[in-house]
């Protein structure tokens, strides 16, 4: 979903990532850690890469804030997560992406709008 509202306000989607790593995983961290930062520099200060002043990257953000925080479209995302859990065990990434793009689009669109 943060993804999705990323892209809808227009910020890269790459300025977030979300990986699981267990204590016993060490490497794994470091190394999830170590890509995101390099890809987090690659990527500039927040709008380098979306071309936007640091005054429109920021109300951007702001957006992205608020439209996370809506109870609307986390109901709506939650929702989604239970019926997608429940209909096909197995969901590949792509599914899911593309259930998500379906079912929150309007819901975004219609909360930047109003």
């Known amino acids: 979903m943060i ?11 790459e300025r977030y990532n979300l990986q699981w790593a267990s204590a016993a995983e060490a490497p794994r961290f470091v190394k ?3 890509e995101f930062t390099a890809k987090v520099k690659e990527l500039g200060p927040l709008g380098a890469a979306e071309g ?5 990257a920021q109300a951007k ?8 925080s809506d109870r609307k479209l986390r109901v709506g995302f939650g929702n989604l997560s ?3 859990r429940s209909e096909v065990p ?5 599914a899911i ?15 930047i709008a109003g």
Do not use: F, N
């Open 52 to 56: 936007l002043s640091p005054e429109e």
């Open 3 to 13: 993804k999705k509202v990323l892209v809808e306000v227009g910020l890269s989607p």
């Open 82 to 84: 239970k019926s997608l």
């Open 97 to 111: 992406a593309q259930a998500v793009e379906e079912k929150l689009t309007k819901t975004i669109g219609g909360l």
């Open 61 to 68: 953000a702001q957006l992205a804030l608020k439209l996370v």
């Open 90 to 94: 197995g969901l590949t990434d792509q």
């Open 32 to 34: 999830l850690i170590t």
